[in-house]
């Protein structure tokens, strides 16, 4: 389902990936923050997978909750940075560290951050350090699902 929605450009699964995370956001939650893409993926998708995946589950929310949240897509990259999937969790981290903008300031309020997959967790932490040093408080994070740094996949139930 990721693999359609990110590489195969099938947007519309955002919907029913929003009715599975829309469970999960907490009642207190009023922001949700999307992950920024890379300039090339964006380029290469036209669009962000997260932001997407938030807007459906604002919408999902709205529908079905009768309550509103704000998407703030106020995070984005400012350096180049290598393609994550290859990479172990401490290069993650290395690849990561200082590569986040962001326009927001603390009369955001606190916030959601929200992505489709996590796999060390390394793009949350960027984006909550940016945001932080900006007076943003970060309450929590959603993703749609977890999935393990391609260079362990293979090893997954094998001792390491």
Not at 9 to 24: D, K, N, R
Not at 76 to 102: F, H, I
Not at 106 to 126: N, Q, R, Y
Request: proline residues 4%.
């Amino acid at each position: 389902m990721i693999h359609e929605f990110k590489e195969n450009s099938v947007t519309s699964l955002a919907e029913q990936m929003a009715q599975s995370l829309a469970a999960l956001v907490p009642a207190s939650c009023k922001v949700l923050v999307p992950m920024p893409s890379k300039r090339q993926s964006f380029y290469k998708r036209g669009y962000v997978p997260a932001k997407v995946l938030a807007v459906a589950v604002a919408k999902q929310i709205a529908k079905s909750q009768k309550r509103l949240l704000l998407v703030s897509d106020v995070l984005g990259v400012s350096k180049e940075v290598q393609d994550q999937a290859s990479l172990s969790g401490a290069q993650r981290r290395n690849n990561l560290t200082g590569a986040m903008v962001t326009s927001a300031n603390a009369a955001l309020g606190p916030v959601w951050l929200i992505d489709d997959i996590v796999t060390t967790g390394s793009t949350f932490l960027e984006a909550k350090r940016c945001l932080a040093a900006n007076g943003v408080l970060v309450l929590g994070f959603l993703a749609f699902a977890e999935t393990l740094p391609k260079n362990r996949q293979n090893s997954h139930g094998k001792p390491v």
